[in-house]
């Protein structure tokens, strides 16, 4: 039984759709204002804050906690950056316009989080599937395993 659960997440369309629609969220919520502000300390701020924030996150897994036997892949910590980029930007775009740019906004930001999220699993391949990443079993085996033991 193949259906939406049983879709790859680590390779063909889907992770590429899911990087495109975040990838160009991404830019409607950086190109979307054209104002001095915006430009010379929104944006700017939230960069800094997003490198920092990652680093961070870096020496903290890699440096101190070590996890992993390890180290964390460089481009897995570029794609938390942009998740944090992707949140400050949809935060501080809700924040400055009416409730329907907000949740434009913030629709944006969850899909440039999908994005990350989809490159980070791609990096390490531990949800192959939706079935996986929900730990959802499948529909048949408990029926499987009521009619053996029946028998």
Same mark, same amino acid.
């Given at each position: 039984m193949s259906g939406l659960l049983d879709w790859d997440l680590l390779r063909g369309a889907?992770?590429?759709v899911v990087t495109a629609a975040g990838?160009?969220?991404g830019c409607a919520l950086l190109l979307h204002r054209r104002d001095h502000r915006w430009w010379?300390?929104? %944006?700017?701020?939230?960069?800094?804050?997003?490198? %920092?924030?990652?680093? @961070?996150i870096w020496w903290l897994v890699d440096g101190l906690?070590?996890?992993?036997?390890?180290?964390?892949?460089? !481009?897995?910590?570029? $794609?938390?950056? %942009?998740?944090?980029?992707g949140v400050g930007l949809g935060v501080a775009s @809700?924040?400055?316009?009416? $409730?329907?740019?907000g949740a434009l906004a913030l629709a944006a930001a969850a899909l440039v989080v999908a994005a990350a999220?989809?490159? %980070?699993?791609?990096?390490?391949? !531990?949800?192959?599937?939706?079935?996986?990443?929900?730990?959802?079993?499948?529909t048949q085996e408990p029926t499987r395993k009521l009619q053996n033991e029946s028998q």
């Open positions: 889907l992770p590429a990838m160009v969220a010379s300390k929104i %944006v700017p701020a939230l960069a800094a804050g997003c490198t %920092v924030s990652s680093l @961070a906690w070590r996890p992993f036997p390890d180290p964390l892949p460089l !481009h897995a910590i570029a $794609w938390i950056g %942009v998740a944090l980029f @809700a924040w400055q316009g009416g $409730w329907w740019r999220g989809a490159n %980070v699993n791609m990096c390490f391949g !531990h949800f192959p599937t939706l079935r996986t990443a929900f730990d959802l079993a499948l």
